[in-house]
């Protein structure tokens, strides 16, 4: 298995171009299952994730074409069977995403039950009953959600929790189903929004999407179209406060700011000078230690706990002391103990990190626990002095288009090596 190799103490600086958005293109492929005849889907970033559901996809007889610039083709016409099997699902829990248009479309779903992950339990409660209360026969055997149906019937749905991908299969469901449907309480993500968009551009009747209650109004058929991904915020953010650690100046080019507010007013209290502009982001932090800064997950529009692991990592060398809550998921902390293991002066109390900023980290051999905890070694193996090596990096391939080549373009030394 490869590791990365990282030789902190360099500022990067220089722009990158941002990849489309791993939370958007998962269900967005699964949506394909919906329409009526192919579908074109553009700006799909080249990750591991997205591999992952297009098997998935390819297993159930479902054709996929994919071109040299990642544009990929779905015909759903040629579906033999509805099952997404455990073996896949174990390696990534959004093939759950598959739930709603299986049921919605073909009246039939068996789906593995995703389990518990390295973040937390992620239990998928809230999927199952909104699916139940719209007519679905559902019943767990042999560790699978077996769900049979005839049309979906629209229903008045409040969600217990906030849940993002809880949302999007619901709002899968909903958009073949007979009737009205009502979302409460519904997640507001910028990769909800962009399912929706492109649920509408396949002739669904979605009103709302952005806001806490989503109106659909079911249809018969859906028909094909292409679409283009939006950028990837979490990302776009990574490489922001890669920029602001190592007291260098990035630019985040082709991303969509507004849906950065929350973790560019971070960056700003941490004392970096942050332009932006129509499609792109600039921070500056030359010459400047960041100080510490608070932070506080919560769904969208607060701050995103995909962004919390590489705050931890900025708070570990800034200024002051820093509080970060994780108020998601139950167990989104391993990468403290990792970071600990370099110097990183950090206490634990459930929820809540309080990281006294040093002046040093210290490279460490370190190990990816979870996609965005990986990011945050990266960070980490950035400032520190010496050489990091970070394994199990599968979890970064994840998430992160190249990361190594695009943190390589803005000065980084870090080179992928053979472990
Ligand atoms: N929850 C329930 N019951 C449910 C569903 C969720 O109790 O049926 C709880 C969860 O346990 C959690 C909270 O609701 O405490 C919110 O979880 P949510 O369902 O929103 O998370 P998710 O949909 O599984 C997506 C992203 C995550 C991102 C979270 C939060 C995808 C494929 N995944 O997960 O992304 O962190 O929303 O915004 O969209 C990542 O990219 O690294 C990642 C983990």
Known sequence: MDKLQIQGGTPLEGEVRISGAKNATLPIIAAALL???????????????????????????????????????????????????????????????????????FGSADVSLPGGCAIGARPVNIHVAGLQAMGADISIEGGYIRARA???????????????????????????????TILENAAREPEVVDLANFLIAMGAKIEGAGTDKIVVQGVKKLHGTHYEILPDRIEGGTYLVAGAMTGGNVRIKRTRPEHLDAVTAKLQEAGA????????????????????????????????????AQFAALNTIADGVGTIIETIFENRFMHMLEMRRMGA???LEGNTAIIKGVQKLTAAPVMATDLRASASLVLAGLVAEGRTDIERIYHIDRGYEAIEEKLAQLGAQIKRVPN
């Open 345 to 347: 002066e950090i206490r």
């Open 35 to 105: 329409a009526d005849d192919p579908v074109t889907i553009g700006n799909v970033p080249h990750l591991h994730d997205v591999t992952t559901m297009i098997e998935l996809l390819g297993r159930m007889g479902v054709s996929v074409t994919i071109d040299e610039h990642m544009k990929i083709e779905i015909d759903p016409s040629t579906i033999r069977d509805h099952v997404a099997p455990y073996e896949l699902v174990k390696t990534m829990r959004a093939s759950i995403l598959v739930l709603g248009p299986l049921v919605a479309r």
């Open 273 to 308: 000078k942050v332009g932006v502009g129509d499609t792109w982001i600039e921070v500056d932090m030359r010459g400047k230690r960041p100080r510490s800064v608070d932070v506080r997950t919560a769904p969208y529009p607060a701050f995103p706990t995909g962004m919390q």
């Open 150 to 180: 005839g049309r979906l019937q629209g229903a008045r749905l409040v969600l217990d929790t906030v849940t993002v991908t809880g949302t999007e299969n619901l709002l899968m469901a909903a958009v073949l189903a007979d009737g009205e």
